[in-house]
């Protein structure tokens, strides 16, 4: 069961939407496409807001869609819990951008905003894991044969030990902030690489299949289709 002090840590989501759309091949960055008649990234943002009831959102969005990114947080009557800042060259960069916002002890997710079938269930247990343990990393285990490339050779892995790592990534404050005091490294593919960096360990936490990441038009289909059998 959560302390009072837990119950009442500080909450925010840094909602990562910098994608290009390049995979997509649509002109329309992928966090803006329609889903059920609303932006992916209002179904992500619309899930971090009803998890919590005092969640505040940091967005981060490319400067030229800054406008698209307020009429989501409009539409969604956000705005007295939503700041908006610009992305940067990588997604470490961007994610340092929304981390600046943050002068206070809190519980820190970081997430994919094309990730739009986030639960609140997967919300609260990373939050529940970040209390006890500093961080928690969702992650799914393998469900395909996993071969690891040598050269022109190959090698089959034990996927029983291999786990797909998603979002959101959740972090103590205390934890998150310094380990992005940092010059940009290109091992860091994702936060758990920089905090890990910085020498902590990260802490595992049961991911959900259905918390795809939107990428290709096949995705679209495949998240309308699960929203519905919700």
């Known amino acids: 069961m959560l302390s009072v002090a837990g119950l009442n840590m500080k909450k925010y989501a840094v909602i990562v939407a910098g994608g290009n759309g390049q ?25 971090f807001l009803e998890s919590y009831p005092d969640m505040q959102i940091i967005l981060v969005v490319p400067e030229e869609h800054q406008q698209a990114g307020e009429k989501i947080i409009a539409d969604l009557q956000a705005s007295a819990r939503t700041t908006i800042v610009h992305g940067g060259s990588t997604r470490f960069h961007s994610v340092q951008n929304g981390l600046k916002k943050i002068q206070e002890p809190a519980v820190v997710f970081v997430h994919d905003g094309v990730r739009c079938l986030v639960s609140k269930a997967l919300i609260h247990r990373c939050y529940e894991a970040a209390l006890a343990h500093g961080s928690a990393i969702p992650a799914v285990a393998a469900t395909d044969s996993i071969r690891i490339a040598e050269g022109t050779s190959s090698k089959v892995a034990d996927r029983n030990k291999v786990r797909i790592v998603q979002t959101p990534q959740t972090f103590l404050s205390e934890v998150l902030l310094p380990a992005f005091n940092t010059p940009y490294n290109e091992v860091f593919t994702d936060e758990a690489t920089v905090v890990e960096a910085s020498g902590k360990t990260v802490h595992l936490v049961q991911g959900e299949h259905s918390n795809i990441k939107i990428t290709r038009p096949v995705d679209l289909l495949i998240a309308e289709s699960i929203m519905v059998d919700r």
């Open 23 to 47: 995979r997509m091949g649509t002109e329309v960055p992928k966090q803006f496409l329609l889903l059920k008649n609303k932006p992916v990234l209002w179904h992500t943002i619309h899930t």
